[in-house]
């Protein structure tokens, strides 16, 4: 048994030559082979690759996909995301635990399956949906998920759930999926079809300078949500001193509310890849990762394909285009349940086969990256709009958009409307216009999605998507007039409780006070002076939180507070008995109240 | 080495290129209060007790590196609050019972409560479930009085080269963990440096405790930031 396991697990590590920086691959690769990553076999990990149990430990236990003990044979991951509660997710996880005989969680009795949730699995426009190991069941209701059950009962095999393929490459063999793009506004820049080489081919005629100057006159600003400037980013990297560079693509896409990546990925991952080297070729840098989550895993054997390809082609690989000295590949790293690890120094981290806690700054990426070299991160939509750069030139971008943000954005809506899906619309765009477009169901809220988090109400739906407005990685959430705001933002704050890394104080400790205070508001029980108590406590923990996680979790509270502000004013009252504002009497008294078996008056 | 000159609450301060505001400030005799901080270790930035606002933004001092120009405040009524907020949630993040702990008098934790004004915290207690390893024959492990600050796993790592402690699991869940079923199984010595780093009364040597009464301990005189303690001689 034990020497098995040994061989199994050594074997493993051997894929990985042993190298301790790819321990995230390999207790993947261990959960995958053996179901779970035993201590057993932490302690096979850490003699072969020369480090410590304790040190594996720590990473396995700090991804959601991983574990320690057993789990069943095929794990349903119901996705309990906001969109997915507003959609039904509470009933259709009740007829699932139901017919299967458990709670949420559990393992059935004999292995064979497990029912747990987890965060936004990006399928927030075919919500509620559910991660079956690998296979994505969209728009559940109780009924398909009692079925979904009682077919796996007979031949616990995923696979078999796949009745119908979605649209586009959903159909492709290697993806096999009955996920549907939904692309609803098809924009020039990234939906507007792609030739593989294009825009290599203008690339290798120009220096490396020239290539970065090119970006830079785009005016081409990040996707992933904070907006920095990627020519400029590029030019850090290929400006600071290392032995190599190296090109990391963000596609971990976890922001709740947003799929856009996925799309991008699925229909066009030969632009994204060829931005990508376009990249490699302005930093001078031979090696390009895309940080894929683990909830796209599905879309892993597909992308590989699409690399082989390209290879084939000479488009990766040695003298890429048959130029010298042009040399770059592109790996795929497979993340595994953690938000947090689209932080791009987390991102790194997780990378390096450690835990996925974000790194301190300085020094920054670009002067220290992965491996200690200069290091770029950018997101998918990022590269896939360099690459069109290229093709179309600096001018014909940077008509696009408004004033000061040039270019088209990729955006995810869902939520309160008929038309969820992916829109690619020029920046400058108006809130109001995309509630028009997506056929919102009497708006009263949205969430922009993004570093900001912004919550906003009527009055702000004239503002315009754009870095100096409305800035956004791309998750807008519509929600409808009868949505109380506050549960909205209880709802953001359970996502970020489970998903800090909990390296700093405050996002750790400070995000479960600022839930047990906003629980107590929604619930009917605040007082007055709870909303002040929650406004400093949310300034406390954005302010001095040490990553962008902690920085804006609470900002969906505040948005609350501030734009709705009459709404919660309303809501709490002066408490009686002149009792302690963060005294809970009714959990104070419940033990005593057990014991001589009647209620308390007072409560 | 370039000297770079910046302030600190508007005085003037110098230090080298490359060196971190806390380490400039101490080189000029302001304390920043800290506590993930310790000896040469690599910064850690996981406590933020030494939050400054740095040119309009708030930055862990201990991580920060100092350049020229830069307005540095450290003293400011806000940044009191921060860190009086920061303190009280670490406080009621685990089982803290000062009044019969073996480290008062000794502890940072405490110590910085003192220098803060606090008496009692203004968060509810979260009163974890936390157990205590006593499996050792010279050191035991109070999770109840863990910080999370790590200094423990980078001493191990870093000074004894023995990685006996790490953090597994995350966000609120996140814990100390030892290479072992328990601390007795681990390369743990009593001789380790590590023994000595923990700033609060988790990591503990047996059979010395009350050696020195309370009331005769460094932060029982002065408080801490006084002159009795800085990160370089810990006790
Ligand atoms: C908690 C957190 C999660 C993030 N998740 C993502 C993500 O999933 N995808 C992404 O592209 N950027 C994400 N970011 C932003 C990245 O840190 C980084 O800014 C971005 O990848 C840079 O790429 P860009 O300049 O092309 O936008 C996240 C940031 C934080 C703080
Ligand atoms: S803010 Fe949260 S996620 Fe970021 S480092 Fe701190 S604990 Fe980790
Ligand atoms: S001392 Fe700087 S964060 Fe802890």
Redo the contacts with the bound molecule.
């Keep these: 048994m034990h020497q098995a396991l040994v061989t199994v697990v050594e074997d493993i590590c051997g894929r990985y030559g042993f190298d301790r920086t790819r321990m995230t691959d390999i207790v993947i690769a261990v959960q995958q082979r053996l179901g779970c990553v035993s201590t057993e076999a932490m302690e096979i990990i850490a003699s072969k690759v020369n480090s410590h149990r304790v040190e594996v430990e720590s990473v396995v236990t700090f991804y959601a996909f991983l574990s320690v003990k057993p789990r069943g044979r095929v794990i349903i991951r119901l996705c309990k995301d906001i969109v997915d509660w507003m959609k039904g997710y509470d009933e259709v996880a009740d007829a699932m635990a139901k017919e299967l005989g458990v709670t949420m969680g559990e393992t059935t009795a004999d292995g064979g399956i497990t029912l747990t949730s987890t965060p936004c699995i990006g399928m927030s426009d075919q919500a509620p949906a559910a991660l079956v190991n690998d296979v994505v069941v969209p728009n559940l209701t109780p009924e398909r998920g009692r079925q979904v059950i009682r077919d796996l009962r007979r031949h616990l095999d995923p696979a078999q759930l796949i009745t119908m393929v979605g649209d586009g490459n959903n159909a492709h063999p290697l993806v096999h999926s009955m996920v549907r793009n939904n692309i609803r506004r098809r924009g020039p820049v990234h939906f507007d079809g792609f030739e593989s080489g294009c825009a290599l081919e203008r690339t290798i005629d120009q220096t490396p300078e020239n290539v970065i100057a090119t970006i830079r006159a785009s005016r081409l ?8 400037a ?1 020519g400029q ?1 590029w030019e850090f990297a290929r400006n600071a001193s290392g032995e190599r560079r190296y090109v990391l693509c ?6 709740p509310g ?1 799929f856009k ?1 996925r799309v991008l990925l699925t229909e066009c991952p030969d632009q994204v890849f060829e931005g990508m080297t376009v990249a490699g070729y302005a930093l001078g840098s031979d090696s390009g990762i895309v940080y894929l ?1 683990g909830e796209y895993a599905y879309l892993r054997a597909f992308l590989e394909n699409v690399l082989e390809t390209r290879r084939r082609q000479g488009l990766l690989g040695k003298a890429i285009l048959g130029k010298p000295g042009f040399d770059f590949d592109i790996r795929i790293q497979m993340g595994a349940g953690a ?9 790194i981290s997780s990378c390096e086969g450690l835990r996925g806690d ?1 790194k301190n700054r300085p020094p920054f990426p670009a002067q220290k990256g992965y491996m200690g070299c200069p290091t770029i ?7 896939s709009a360099a690459a069109r750069i290229m093709e179309r030139g600096a001018n014909w971008f940077a008509e696009m958009g408004s004033e000061r943000t040039t270019g088209t954005k990729v955006l995810s809506i869902c939520g309160d409307c008929r038309k969820p899906g992916v829109y690619e619309v020029p920046f400058g765009i108006t809130a109001r216009e995309l509630l028009d477009m997506a056929d919102a169901d009497n708006p009263g809220a949205m969430l922009i999605g993004g ?1 900001c988090r912004q919550m906003i109400g009527p009055e702000r739906f004239g503002g315009q998507i754009c870095y100096d407005d409305l800035a956004t ?1 791309g998750a807008i959430l519509i929600f409808n007039r009868a949505r109380n705001k506050l549960e909205i933002a209880e709802h953001y704050l359970d996502f970020f409780i489970e ?1 800090s890394c909990g390296h700093c104080t405050p996002c750790r400790v400070g995000l479960v006070l600022l839930k047990e205070v906003v629980h107590k508001v929604v619930s009917g029980a605040g007082e007055p002076s709870d909303l002040d108590y929650m406004r400093r406590l949310a300034n406390v923990i954005s302010q001095t939180s040490r ?3 902690g ?2 979790a609470p900002n969906p509270v505040l948005g609350a507070l501030q734009n709705f502000h009459t709404l919660y004013a309303d809501m709490v009252s002066d408490r009686k008995l002149g009792l302690l504002s963060t005294f809970d009497l009714s959990k104070a008294v419940a033990d005593a109240e057990l014991r001589v078996g009647r209620m308390s008056q007072y409560v | 080495m370039s000297n770079v000159t910046f302030t600190i609450d508007g005085r003037e301060v110098s230090g080298r290129a490359g060196q971190t505001i806390l380490k400039a400030a101490e080189a000029s005799g302001i304390y920043i209060p800290r506590l993930c901080a310790y000896k040469n270790l690599v910064p850690h930035g996981s406590c933020r007790v030494c939050s400054v606002r740095v040119n309009g933004r708030i930055q862990a001092a201990c991580v920060q590196t100092i350049s020229d120009g830069m307005v540095v405040e450290n003293d400011s009524a806000e940044i009191r609050e921060f860190r009086t907020a920061i303190l009280d949630m670490l406080f009621v993040e685990g089982n803290h019972y000062c009044m019969f702990c073996e480290k008062s008098g000794l502890c940072e934790l405490q110590a910085l409560a003192y220098r803060f004004g606090i008496t009692a915290p203004q968060y509810p207690f979260l009163n974890p479930d936390r157990p205590v390893d006593l499996s050792h024959p010279d050191v035991y492990l109070d999770h109840n009085r863990c910080i999370l600050c790590g200094r423990c796993v980078r001493v191990s790592q870093e000074l004894d080269h023995k990685n006996v402690f790490q953090f597994v699991d995350r966000g609120y869940r996140k814990r100390l963990q030892v290479n072992g079923e328990a601390l007795a199984a681990t390369r743990l010595a009593v001789t380790d440096e590590v023994t000595a780093s923990c700033p609060t009364g988790a990591l503990m040597r047996k059979r010395v405790g009350y050696a020195v009464p309370i009331g005769q301990r460094p932060f029982d005189a002065q408080p801490i930031g006084a002159g009795n303690l800085q990160t370089e001689d810990s006790p």
């Design positions: 600003r990040g996707r992933g949500g904070a907006g920095f990627t980013k963000n596609a971990d896409e976890g922001e947003t990546d989550r938000y947090v690890c689209g932080e791009e120094t987390a991102l974000p991160v950018n997101n998918v939509e990022t590269f570093p990685g998903e990553c962008g996680l920085q804006a």
